[in-house]
C-alpha cells in the first residue's frame, strides 16, 4: 500500500482544514488507518485511527470533539476534518495503514504515507 496525503496548509486559530490521504492498491478496504502528528522537537504521536469497516474510530483526548476521522474505501481515501484547530495542533501530519487493527501506536502501523505540513495562528 502506498499513502499520499494533502490537503494541510496554513490556517487562523478556530479555522478548519481537511487532510486526505489518497491509497493506492486494490486491498485498501482491508486495512485500518490512523493518522499521527509530529512537531517540531517532539514525538511523533498518534491523532485518530479508524477500522476497516468504519464502524470502529479512536481519537487522541486532546482532539476529541474537534477532529473527525473518516474513510471513503470506494475512493480509497482516509480524511481528517480538523475543526476548531488551536496553534498546538501545528505539526506534520502523517498517515498510516495497517493490515491487522487500528493501532494508537505508530510502531504497529506497516505503511507511512510522507507528511503534510499544518500551521495554525494564533
Known amino acids: 500500500v502506498q499513502l499520499q496525503a494533502s490537503g494541510g496548509g496554513l490556517v487562523g486559530a478556530g479555522g478548519s482544514l481537511r487532510l486526505s490521504c489518497a491509497a493506492s492498491?486494490?486491498?485498501?478496504?482491508?486495512?485500518?488507518l490512523g493518522w499521527f502528528r509530529q512537531a517540531p522537537g517532539k514525538e511523533r504521536e498518534f491523532v485518530a485511527a479508524?477500522?476497516?469497516?468504519?464502524?470502529?474510530?479512536y481519537y487522541t483526548n486532546s482532539v476529541k470533539g474537534r477532529f473527525t476521522i473518516s474513510r471513503d474505501n470506494a475512493k480509497n481515501t482516509v480524511y481528517l476534518q480538523m475543526d476548531s484547530l488551536k496553534p498546538e495542533d501545528t505539526a506534520v501530519y502523517y498517515c498510516a495503514a495497517d493490515p491487522s487493527r487500528a493501532w494508537t501506536r505508530a510502531i504497529e502501523y506497516d505503511y507511512w504515507g510522507q507528511g503534510t505540513e499544518v500551521t495554525v495562528s494564533s
Open positions: 492498491g486494490r486491498t485498501f478496504s482491508s486495512y485500518a
Open positions: 479508524i477500522s476497516w469497516t468504519g464502524g470502529m474510530t
